[in-house]
């Protein structure tokens, strides 16, 4: 089956498809979102902890990371976190913030969903759910090829995520057609990612579920200030997934599991307290337990000179365990990597090489932190990418 030409195609109805297509179907352009998974934002709808960290209030540059730092800034610049909080007021979607800045629905992710779907005017957007892209091709108008027949479209843009949560239906489509169409790709990897580490370094299952507040960075790479999680295979939590973006085979990890230490432990030498009971008071009992008895730090803590307690004092502050990789895309958030933002325009996201062919959300070389910057990617990038269709290309 042919379907008529329309102006846009869009191949992927995540967070960037869903919103793009809205905002191009308000400047009334004919879209046809293509899907292949059954539903529209799988990602969306387990995304923080079922109830959507949708943006941040405080965005900037340095809250992403790619190899062309500043390619983001305009996008990010010109659709603003108090954008998108607009959006949802205008929904009447109930939110609160959680710590740094994080904004979450009340209800459930269900909610954003059901807004961004509410965006696409029906008059001028069609969703086809279940439609697999077979091939994409371009002479006068692109022409993509799918399980469900072929469509035609003055422009293409490609929203397909990325290799994470394999399970929600994440492939590889997006790097294939930007390589088809003379793209190179930034290595990809998996980012925002729990850690392993092997149980004959640190036994973290004899602790798993123990968290506490940590302070950790890697390399030149930023300090993170959040919480920590022992799992049966390594770690995770907040501060983990931070700087697991950070981390390569080059770079070490350096943990401060004490941040709030406090001067008045080592001036009780004279104390017959044990050093495992002074260190319960600042670590979580179980770990104090574990870091004692590897260390051999049985005795009273009089019974420890002031040079041996300053040693494991910092110790505690620049734990530096043997990462033996990570938990890979089943549990990665996000992708690094993807797309060369070298060869796209950093203010329509369209390629540098290819006229009216576009590239926006994860796909692309641009890998936010945690706590609602992806989202905010994904919102950014499309009314980028929008805008220039809009204005440009009438």
């Not at 179907?25 to 539903?39: D, F, I, R």
């Not at 998108?84 to 969903?113: M, P, R, W």
């Not at 005017?121 to 072929?150: L, M, P």
């Not at 030149?220 to 697991?244: R, V």
């Amino acid at each position: 089956m042919k379907f008529p030409v329309s102006d846009c195609i869009i191949v992927g109805a995540g967070a960037a498809g869903l919103f793009c297509a809205g905002l191009l179907s308000k400047h009334c352009k004919t879209v046809t979102l293509l899907e292949h998974n059954a539903q529209p934002g799988k990602k969306i709808r387990i995304s923080g902890g079922g109830r959507c960290n949708f943006t941040n209030r405080i965005v900037k540059a340095q809250h992403f990371i790619s190899d062309n730092p500043h390619f983001a800034v305009s996008a990010l610049t010109r659709y603003t976190p108090d954008d998108f909080i607009n959006l949802i007021k205008s929904h009447n979607i109930a939110y609160h913030e959680k710590t740094l800045g994080q904004l979450f629905c009340d209800g459930s992710s269900q909610q954003v969903i059901d807004m961004l779907l509410h965006e696409c005017n029906t008059e001028y957007c069609d969703i086809s759910y279940g439609t697999k892209v077979n091939s994409v091709r371009k002479s006068e108008n692109f022409t993509i090829d799918t399980s469900n027949g072929t469509y035609q479209a003055e422009h293409v843009i490609i929203a397909t995520g990325g290799l994470s949560i394999p399970s929600l239906g994440a492939t590889n489509l997006g790097y294939q057609i930007a390589r088809q169409f003379g793209h190179s790709i930034i290595d990809t990897r998996p980012a925002l990612v729990p850690l392993t580490i092997d149980r004959d370094t640190f036994p973290c299952a004899d602790i798993a579920g123990v968290s506490l507040p940590v302070e950790v960075s890697a390399g030149n790479g930023p300090l993170f200030k959040e919480s920590m999680l022992f799992t049966h295979k390594g770690l995770s939590g907040p501060a983990i997934l931070q700087i697991s973006s950070y981390l390569n085979k080059q770079s070490s990890m350096n943990i401060n599991l004490i941040p709030t230490f406090d001067e008045y432990i080592l001036n009780e030498r004279s104390s017959k307290t044990e050093w495992k009971t002074v260190l319960g008071k600042l670590l979580p009992k179980r770990l104090a337990e574990v870091w004692t008895a590897l260390h051999g730090q049985t005795d009273t803590i009089g019974y420890y000179g002031t040079k041996r307690l300053q040693s494991f004092k910092n110790d505690l502050q620049s734990w530096s365990p043997e990462i033996s990789g990570n938990e890979g895309y089943t549990k990665a958030e996000v992708t690094a990597g993807g797309v060369n933002t070298k060869e796209l325009s950093s203010k329509t996201m369209m390629s540098n090489l290819i006229d009216k062919l576009y590239f926006i959300g994860e796909v692309v070389d641009v890998t936010g932190h945690l706590g609602g910057y992806n989202f905010q990617w994904a919102w950014s990038s499309a009314h980028a990418a929008a805008q220039s269709i809009a204005e440009h290309h009438g």
